[in-house]
């Protein structure tokens, strides 16, 4: 049943953690709702553009900067040896250094590295893929093979570390581990893999397992996503499968829905907006689903169909008064899509690939601050813009770094940036920038 009642319901997520407004510790920012909280912001970029503040070199990777207390938290790869070749069937080898880079915020000057020797074996090998995760002195930091390391913030000393391919016997997926971990209380929820431990939860500051729990051929990419509804923390768990949600202190599966993405590509998070989840995928998977209000459970309201909703993959939508806002993967641009029927209102290729045509998985990366939205497009530019049902308005444009890295023949930078001390934070696979956006 398509509901109308729904048209015109807000993105809203429990937040789970005090941060200041000027942080930015996880993917996503401090709720993973993709919202910037701060004020005294730009309304539009000047005409000489933007201030940029510094830049400092930095491995490859596609791993997103974390800002917390003063500081920038990066994951890249030091190469030494071997070809970046990027091919979607096929792993590329290469050998070096996976890193945590600390950085500080205001100035770009190193504060403490930690580095491991890793070999890479990989499809499109360009470094670790998740954003690290910062909370309470301590960073959470997953590399592209497993490795799961859990360092002091202030020092970068190793507090704790997993192998989830050694101790889990979880394979490592054909794109890498790219699930960003996740810190709610005195948890830490990472997505695995292995025999009935396709999502572990492990006390954040022994590194001690708390549980483990369901099984799948493939783990996945998609980040453990807290939600809370009908009273209760719901933990949800995307795998190439279905989506799960669990009891967060148990591992307990609360309910299950089929969701089976082609090639094992669970990838963007889950929205929640009232009393509904959309979750998107690549192979026309998107379906609304609807949350039980007195109890943990839920049913299919509806699925697309070709021609109508939204397919995402690198990146994850966006949802404001009944709109999705999100990268069609296999179209390549950005749509507008309502979310009570699925009906597509509009799209362009202005804030992915900046063409006029198809670009398979043209991606911009969506951030909502108050009413506007800042894009951080695949092209390397910063847009500020207005997003409504009834179309895209292009507001301000700023180049802030190059693309390094390469998808189906043109040239891509595929890292969501980080909003923090009134900039931005981005990165490509040669340097980190840091670029005002304070409105003085």
Known sequence: MRNSTIVFLL?????????????????????????WQEEGIVDRFPDEGLKVKWRTPVGLGYSGPAVADGKVYVMDYELKSGKVENSPGTRGKLEGQERVVCLDAMTGELVWKHAYDR???????????????????????????GNLTCLDAATGDVVWKKDFVKEYNAPTPIWGFAAHPLVDGDLLYCLVGGQGSVAVAFDKKSGKEVWRALSAAEQGYCPPTMIEHAGVKQLLIWHPESLNALNPRSGEVYWSVDLKPAYGMSVTAPRKVGSYLFASAIGGIGALIKLDDDKPAAEIEWRGKPKDAVYC????????????????????????????????????????SGGDRRASHGTAFIVRHGDRFFLFSETGDLILANLSKEGYQEISRFHVLDPTNECFGRDVVWSHPAFANKSVYARNDKELVCVSLAAD
């Open 119 to 145: 070999s890479y074996e990989l499809s499109y090998p360009s470094g670790p893929r998740c954003t690290p995760t910062v909370s309470d002195g301590r960073v959470y930091a997953l590399g592209g093979h």
């Open 11 to 35: 993105l809203y997520i429990i937040p789970f953690g005090a941060v200041t407004a000027a942080d930015w510790p996880q993917w996503l920012g401090p709720n993973r709702e993709s919202v």
């Open 313 to 352: 993959c690198s990146s994850t939508p966006h949802i404001v008064d009944g709109v999705i806002y999100g990268n069609d993967c296999q179209i390549g641009s950005l749509m507008a899509v309502r979310l009570d029927n699925a009906e597509r209102l509009w799209e362009t290729f202005e804030p992915t």
